[in-house]
Each structure stands twice: as structure tokens, then as C-alpha cells.
């Protein structure tokens, strides 16, 4: 197959590849938790390999319910020399027999033939991991998108992709929205492209997605953090009247108060700033205007009425309700110039 790598032609070791630019290699390991991450991986390889060759012939491994010689039947040239890919799920569960035959075949992969290996994270399988990474092959690391920069650097990527506009605000509120998820973010992604027209604005994205529980509390905490104290118990009273619940309230209020405050105690540009801390030079830019609202102790205030509040949603109070308007108000009195 063009497409793979050919015997004796492995590329130089450690050829880390991410999930969007991975192409189809004699082996490719696609490693790490974030199970949509891997699908996309995998999903990218296998329709590489079937448009270099329409009549692949695919097939389909368990490492855990391994039948010993499995892999070389799998590989061996077909009756009509289709191409073969052969997708292997569960290598963090192999058995003995999976590593003795894949070791094995390292070391003389066949032609004309991509063997794609999915390990979705731990310790077993890691001499065989090794070694793939020791011969050079394609590996993906699929890592959980934890940061909120990450997530949108996701979400930028995913529209890029599809040639679509995206405001950096719409952005950050699409990630507030359903960013718990990434499957549900890329799907939000998705349906955005597909039923939305023009450059994608935060008036889009709360109208597909404003009635979600971490949009309404990033409501709560923008009201809140701008002074605005009855819209913010207003929000915060539908909110809780229809079932959101106190503790991601309290979290987005406790996220909008770290970000002033990381803000407050740095020096520099907005570029130099979000370099430091692993921000986006648009959000600095607005927490430094945010900053400008704020005393020193009224910060420390509204932190404090905060860190009270998540403790006591969390259990420490019998009206968390209570604990929550306490936060919004302490915060909303707290703006200069309210």
C-alpha cells in the first residue's frame, strides 16, 4: 500500500503524530484515555487507507480475547492481493499470546498492510508500546482535554477545519456551554457548522445552547462580576427553580474570580501575560479590564464569600441555596462603580 510505510523503510524513533495529521503507517499506536480522541484517530486512518485503496480489506482484533496466530492470518496476502488494515482494540487488556505475536511481527511488519493498535492507558502492554515507539511507527497520544485553552483551541480547530468563522467569545461560551464532554463538544461543533450560516457569534451559540446548566451559571458569574446584582440572583433564582444545581454555579463564579485574580498579579502585555499563564491574549484582555472594577480587598472579599459558598454547597450548610445568593450578592457589592 502507498500509504504505508514499507518493510524495512521505518521511519527515524520517537515519531510522535497528533490525532488530526496522523497518517496510515505500517503500524500506527493510537495511546492514551480520551476515547474520542482514539475514535477520531482511528476513523482518520482508516479512511486515509480506503481512499489510497477502495478494496482494503478490514478486519478487526480483541488483544484480550487473543487467539494465538490471529494476527498473521489477518496479514497474510488475500486471494485477490487486497490491501489489509487491521484495527486492534483493547491492547491495554492483551494477553500473552497478543504481545508474543506482535513483538513478533515488529520486527518484519507485512507489506502492503497497516496494523493500527488502540491502548487506551495503564502499565500492561509496555514493552510492546515500547517497542513500537523504538521503531519509529506513528504514535497518537489521545490525552483528556482538561484546560479551558485546550478545549478551545479544540473548538477553533474543529470550525478551521470545516472553513468556518468562530468568534473567540463564542468560543469560550460554547466550552462554558458543553465543554464537560468532549464528544458532546465536537457534536455541539458539529451542528453549529451545519445549521448555522456566517461567522458563528455568542448570540449563536446561546441560542442553541444558552438553556445549558454551565451556560446559565457563567450567566450568574458575568452578571455578578460586573455589578449587575439583581440580574445575577434573578439568573442564579430561574436557574436553581429548574433544577440546576448550586455546585457548578458556585464554580463558575469561583472560575471568573481566579482569572481576575491571576490577572491582577501579573505584569507585562496581554501577549506576554497569557504566554505565563497558559491563557488566551483575548481573555487576559478582558479579565485587565475586569481588573480595573475591582480593590484589592474587595477582591479578597468576594474570594473568601466564594470558597465559603463551595464548601457549603458540598455539604457544610443545610441551605446551599442560601450559600449561593450570599456569593452573587457579596460579589455583585463588591464592583467599583456599580
Not at 524495512?8 to 474520542?36: F, H, K, M, Q
Not at 511507527?137 to 482538561?146: E, G, I, S, T
Not at 467569545?169 to 451542528?191: D, I, K, R, T
Request: net charge neutral; proline share 5%; hydrophobic share 45%.
Amino acid at each position: 500500500m502507498a500509504a504505508a510505510q514499507k518493510r524495512g523503510t521505518r521511519p527515524p524513533a520517537s515519531n510522535p503524530a497528533a490525532w488530526r495529521d496522523v497518517t496510515p503507517a505500517a503500524i500506527v499506536l493510537v495511546s492514551g484515555p480520551e476515547d474520542y480522541l482514539g475514535i477520531r484517530a482511528m476513523d482518520s486512518v482508516r479512511s486515509q487507507v480506503r481512499q489510497a485503496a477502495p478494496d482494503v480489506e478490514v478486519s478487526r482484533i480483541n488483544a484480550a480475547a487473543y487467539e494465538p496466530g490471529s494476527l498473521l492470518m489477518q496479514v497474510s496476502p488475500s486471494l485477490f492481493g487486497e490491501s489489509k488494515l487491521i484495527e486492534v482494540e483493547a491492547v491495554e487488556a492483551m494477553n500473552e499470546a497478543f504481545l508474543t505475536d506482535a513483538l513478533s511481527y515488529l520486527g518484519q511488519p507485512a507489506d502492503d498492510a497497516v496494523l493500527v493498535l488502540r491502548h487506551a492507558g495503564g502499565a500492561r502492554g509496555k514493552k510492546l508500546l515500547d517497542a513500537v515507539r523504538k521503531g519509529g511507527w506513528p504514535v497518537v497520544d489521545c490525552q483528556p482535554l482538561k484546560k479551558d485553552t485546550d478545549k478551545m483551541a479544540f473548538v477553533s480547530a474543529e470550525f478551521k477545519e470545516a472553513g468556518r468563522r468562530i468568534d473567540q467569545e463564542a468560543v469560550l461560551a460554547l466550552v462554558n456551554a458543553v465543554g464537560a464532554n468532549l464528544s458532546e463538544l465536537a457534536a455541539a461543533c458539529s451542528q453549529l457548522i451545519a445549521d448555522s450560516t456566517g461567522t458563528v457569534t455568542p448570540d449563536v451559540v446561546d441560542r442553541y445552547y444558552g438553556g445549558r446548566v454551565e451556560a446559565t451559571a457563567f450567566k450568574v458569574a458575568d452578571a455578578a462580576m460586573a455589578g449587575n446584582g439583581p440580574l445575577a440572583l434573578s439568573t442564579l433564582r430561574h436557574a436553581l427553580a429548574t433544577g440546576a444545581d448550586p455546585v457548578p454555579l458556585v464554580a463558575a463564579l469561583a472560575a471568573k474570580l481566579r482569572t481576575v485574580a491571576r490577572v491582577a498579579g501579573a505584569s507585562g502585555s496581554a501577549a506576554q501575560i497569557a504566554a505565563e499563564l497558559g491563557m488566551q491574549p483575548w481573555l487576559v484582555e478582558q479579565a485587565q479590564r475586569d481588573v480595573r472594577r475591582w480593590t484589592p480587598d474587595g477582591l479578597v472579599r468576594s474570594i473568601q464569600a466564594t470558597a465559603e459558598a463551595d464548601a457549603q454547597v458540598k455539604g457544610l450548610s443545610r441551605d446551599p441555596v442560601y450559600a449561593v445568593e450570599h456569593a452573587v450578592t457579596v460579589i455583585s457589592m463588591s464592583v467599583q462603580g456599580r
